[in-house]
């Protein structure tokens, strides 16, 4: 992106707010970058000749005779095998000490796939998690985000999550990343060997909001390349798309656009459609699958975020701390994986569905039983072994820490079931009692 | 001359154009983007300058880049070959484009245009023919597809000529039509018309006569809807909404079905793909995809191709309408084309009405609305579009301006709870807040009474009697505890567990509970009506819990065994030793 010969530079801002400033310029293309100030800007309004560029790195110390030059294309990428390993900022740059990328230069937010070149997805991707394989069961090309406060430790779930899954690539996205927290996803990935799979494109809190906008196309243009052109499976790591929302809402609102419902724009549907819907099954072998992270004010899921990514996505995985065992578990209530019936019992045991809603009705139960005792009123025997069985089953499977197949999740499912049930409390299909029961 | 004009200015997919000659709201022009033609349509003028919002990225667009108006509105090619076919919401083939990408000004031809048709000739030579009527017939897949006089030929013809059957393309001129002033005019197979005009052609529009089955009993039994109706279905994300849409898709009792996926998941529309070729329908027994259109124009496709998606797919449903033929349209989700319109708005300044919404948005959603509806063709036979609309409110809330709005211009509303949801009572239909007006239709009462049987209105109203009760009384279970409320409210709740179980509840994986068609609908529910009518005495509640749990599960069997078979009489006849011994 550097700058040519003969470029005609400006030296005139007509206006300036915290996030964009203005200039009458000609010949100027929608969406083109500039550099305002040396520093990178995009075209995102044209009013006759004036134009209104979103300075990616804030306005700060721009004076209005600030030199402007347009650099006549969006936002590229250099792709290659040469990604692989490598960490780079918001704008692509190596921010690993290594050398730049050299490779094809690629327009990041390119367009979408024809849904009728689609596959139906239908591979199973493992977490060794119970609360995910077991109940909420993940499939390459899908798109989920998990739901969770900003207390919970969802960037360690997910980077379980990455490291275990079976994929060629994996590509972090991090938007507004504490420091530690970047520190932490590149400590695992070293740690675990696995860096030669691993992009990462990152945005810290040190770094100016708005750049984080480009964070998702980067990460999605490099898992472009690999699924499309290399046919390969690609995870995309997202965190936190909240904090990318609300950089979306400063520009916005520093254009003077009408805000929606909670002061976003009212493009926010479309804008994270436009990233979530990136996850693919392609006709090749090739997958997308995007796994991201919405965190929420005090699990409040109707704010304009997470409701409009409930919309889009696949389904949402939710963190929470159980009190009974201690352990943050994923929520068999509130998560939800809608492509789970396209692997469960096809790519899994027979018994994987009945087991899964027998667990969770049993779980629910208990969950009554609980409120009973909270009002006062007495336990019934069902409703005491219905909460013994919670503390097991929230310790055994719920809970993040476990890591085992999930062969091993229904064996454990049909021993907690044999422990505190009976046979015909469970309803579970007759022939699958035969097989698989476990105890009296 | 077509009139021109220069980019001004450009916000997102809003483009101001300074033009050189006359313009129509809703004209369609052509922007010129580096060699690439990128479609767009007028949505506001003011002075030399139009408004259009472009049906593509406008990445790289130009101020000073040049831009062609065409004359016409946005248009629908209309023709036989149309069922079966995937389009976008600009009605271009997807299927015939190359490449994973959508690419940018690729637009492909809605009809194949080398397919022969067996055509059969219906008007002769001499006949007196207005737009509309039916001039000849093709078998499209096993559906008789009229060809008609062109929707837009004004005033009176004769037929000059006419060809004799045999196989022809769409392009083939069938006939010659004399106007009035003796002026003669070539039909072809195949016409256009703009899609946001309804297509009239027909003599009346009276009030729906009869209603359209489903299959699914919370929707037939408690709120049926219309054919010719209209309804809709809101709720929150996770509530079930694209499966009982698909379960409709697939059992609704219509020759025709377009569904518009408008800006949903793109591997929703992938799961039709997959499986509709595979299903059956069950009426015809022939393939469900030869009867289905779709129109696909997903979350991440260009928003302003959103909000033409459903008018083409609107626009598709009349013309099958107008050949006698009944027609279902499902939209999913009516919330996403608003919001379409709120984009737009936003980017045009104008001032918002609530939450952010277009102040005009409740006359554009009734305006909608209304092109549904049965008709009286011009030759006295009827054709119906029935129209089903998803709305995905905020947050889940009710109170907001989409779902306002269509509540009040669709008939039938089937809220979905989340409460439901929660407990997997699938479909979480609401049966308390959810309603048909069309219960209210003596038309349809009258319908009702003659075909199911007499006083079955009153009947439903006895079952959603059953449940309000039994929601009052869970109410003050919950509150005074098991033990410190009568007998009664015990068996007050349990009965409407029994409805709700039995009637409410189905199960859409299950090859015979997912359709369960009026006759057994009926038989289900005289059965648990039945037992709701009579007495019951328990020592204590946990022998009245088991009692209607063990009835329920029977019941539930009889759900899934095939209609008046060995098993589900066999269960019959268990459920009724059952309610008599415990009186």
């Known amino acids: 992106m550097a700058i040519k010969a003969y470029q005609r530079i400006y030296t005139q801002l007509e206006a300036i707010t915290k996030a964009t400033v203005a200039l009458r310029a000609t010949g100027v293309s929608n969406d083109e970058l500039a550099v305002v100030a040396g520093r990178l800007a995009q075209v995102v309004r044209t009013k006759g000749d004036l134009v209104t560029l979103q300075v990616f790195a804030g306005t700060e110390g721009i004076p209005t005779n600030a030199e402007v030059t347009f650099l006549g294309e969006p936002p590229t990428l250099k792709v290659g095998e040469a990604l692989s390993g490598r960490f780079f900022d918001a704008y692509g740059h190596p921010i690993d000490g290594g050398p730049e990328i050299e490779g094809e230069e690629r327009q990041i937010g390119g367009p979408s796939v024809n849904p009728y070149k689609r596959r139906q997805p239908s591979q199973l991707i493992p977490t060794g998690i119970a609360g995910i394989d077991l109940n909420n069961t993940l499939v390459s090309g899908q798109k989920i985000p998990f739901f969770a406060d900003p207390d919970q430790p969802y960037n360690r779930v997910m980077a379980d999550v990455a490291l275990r899954a079976d994929v060629d690539k994996i590509i972090l996205g991090g938007m507004g990343l504490s420091n530690d927290d970047y520190l932490f996803f590149r400590h695992s990935f070293e740690s675990a060997g696995a860096l030669d799979k691993i992009i990462c494109f990152i945005n810290t809190t040190e770094n100016p909001p708005v750049e984080r906008l480009l964070i998702p196309d980067m990460a999605l243009t490099a898992a472009e390349y690999f699924a499309v052109d290399k046919n390969e499976k690609v995870l995309v790591l997202l965190t936190d798309m909240t904090l990318y929302a609300d950089a979306l809402s400063i520009v916005s609102n520093r254009m003077d656009q009408i805000p929606s419902k909670d002061s976003m724009p009212g493009s926010l549907y479309s804008d994270l459609a436009k990233i979530y819907e990136k996850a693919v099954q392609l006709p090749t072998e090739g997958s997308i699958t995007i796994i991201a992270v919405t965190t929420l004010n005090d699990g409040d899921i109707t704010h304009a975020i997470p409701d409009n990514t409930g919309y889009i996505t696949e389904g949402q995985l939710f963190l929470r701390a159980d009190s009974d065992s201690g352990k943050v578990i994923i929520d068999p209530f509130r998560s939800l994986s809608r492509l789970k019936q396209l692997v469960q019992n096809k790519k899994t045991r027979e018994d994987h569905s009945q087991v899964m809603n027998a667990s969770v009705r049993l779980y629910a139960d208990a969950q009554n039983a609980k409120t009973k005792l909270e009002n006062g009123f007495d336990l019934s025997d069902y409703d005491k072994r219905c909460l013994q069985y919670a503390k097991d089953y929230a310790t055994r499977l719920l809970s993040i820490d476990v890591n085992i197949t999930i062969t091993e999740m229904l064996d454990t499912a049909w021993e907690l079931f044999g422990k505190y049930f009976s046979k015909a409390e469970t309803g579970i299909k007759q022939a699958l009692i035969d097989k698989y029961w476990n105890g009296n | ?583």
């Open chain 2, 1 to 583: 001359m077509k009139t021109t004009g220069i980019v001004k200015g450009i916000v997102s997919n809003l483009v101001t154009v300074r033009v050189d000659g006359p313009v129509a709201e809703n004209e369609i022009c052509y922007i010129n983007l580096a060699g690439t033609r990128i479609m767009a349509e007028v949505i506001k003028v003011g002075g030399q300058d139009a408004q259009v919002q472009v049906f593509e990225s406008t990445r790289g667009l130009k101020n000073g880049d040049t831009v062609e108006f065409e004359g016409r509105m946005l248009e629908a090619t209309l023709g036989p070959g149309l069922l079966s076919s995937v389009y976008d919401g600009l009605q271009n083939d997807l299927t015939t484009m190359e490449g994973v990408f959508l690419r940018r000004g690729e637009y492909t031809d809605p009809i194949n245009r080398e397919t022969l048709w067996d055509f059969t000739p219906i008007a002769a030579p001499g006949d007196k023919v207005i737009a509309a009527d039916w001039l000849g017939e093709v078998r499209e897949g096993w559906l008789p597809h009229k060809i008609m006089v062109p929707f837009a030929f004004k005033g009176e013809f004769t037929v000059k000529s006419i060809v004799a059957a045999g196989q022809y393309n769409v392009d083939t001129v069938i006939a010659v039509l004399t106007d009035g002033e003796g002026v003669d005019h070539n039909v072809t197979m195949t016409q256009k018309w703009p899609v946001k005009v309804a297509i009239k052609g027909y003599r009346e529009k009276p009030r729906p006569q009869r209603i359209m089955e489903t299959g699914v009993r919370v929707i037939d039994t408690l709120n049926p809807i219309a054919e010719g109706g209209t309804g809709f279905i809101p709720g929150p994300f996770g509530c079930g909404k694209t499966v009982l849409q698909h379960a409709i898709a697939k059992q609704g009792d219509a020759d025709v079905i377009v569904m518009a996926a408008c800006g949903e998941r793109a591997n929703e529309v992938v799961e039709i793909f997959t499986e509709f070729p595979e299903l059956i329908d069950p009426h015809t027994g022939r393939h469900l995809m030869e009867r289905t259109t779709i129109i696909c124009n997903t979350s991440n496709m260009p928003v302003a191709a959103r909000e033409a998606s459903v008018y083409t797919a609107m626009t598709i449903c009349e013309y099958y309408r107008a050949m006698g033929l009944k027609c279902l349209l499902l939209a999913d989700s009516t919330s996403r084309w608003a919001q379409a319109l709120r984009e737009m708005s936003n980017r045009m300044e104008e001032l918002p009405g609530a939450d952010a919404f277009p102040v005009d948005l409740s006359a554009i959603i009734s305006n909608f609305y209304a092109r549904a509806g049965m008709v009286v063709l011009n030759n006295g036979k009827t054709g119906a579009v029935t129209f089903i609309g998803t709305v995905s409110p905020a947050g889940g809330n009710l109170k907001e301006p989409v779902t306002e709005s269509t509540k009040k211009a669709a008939r039938c509303f089937y809220a979905l709870e989340q409460n439901r949801a929660d407990q997997k009572r699938y479909p979480a239909v609401s049966p308390l807040d959810s309603y048909s007006k069309y219960l209210e239709y003596p038309e349809i009462r009258e319908y009702l009474d003659r075909t199911i049987e007499k006083g079955w209105v009153d009947k439903v109203a006895d079952a959603k009697n059953i449940i309000r009760r039994g929601k009052e009384a869970s109410e003050q279970i919950n509150i005074l505890g098991d033990d410190g409320v009568p007998m009664s409210y015990h068996v007050t709740f349990w009965k409407s567990e029994l409805v709700d179980f039995v009637i409410l509840q189905q199960d859409a994986f299950d090859a015979i509970d997912a359709l369960c068609p009026l006759e057994r609908q009926k038989h289900m529910l005289d059965l648990v009506l039945g037992i709701c009518h009579r007495d019951f005495d328990f020592p204590d509640y946990e022998v009245c819990r088991d009692f209607f749990k063990n009835l329920i599960n029977e019941l539930r069997q009889m759900n899934y065994s095939a209609f008046k078979g060995e098993d589900f009489n066999r269960y019959e006849s268990d459920i009724r030793r059952m309610v008599e011994k415990s009186e």
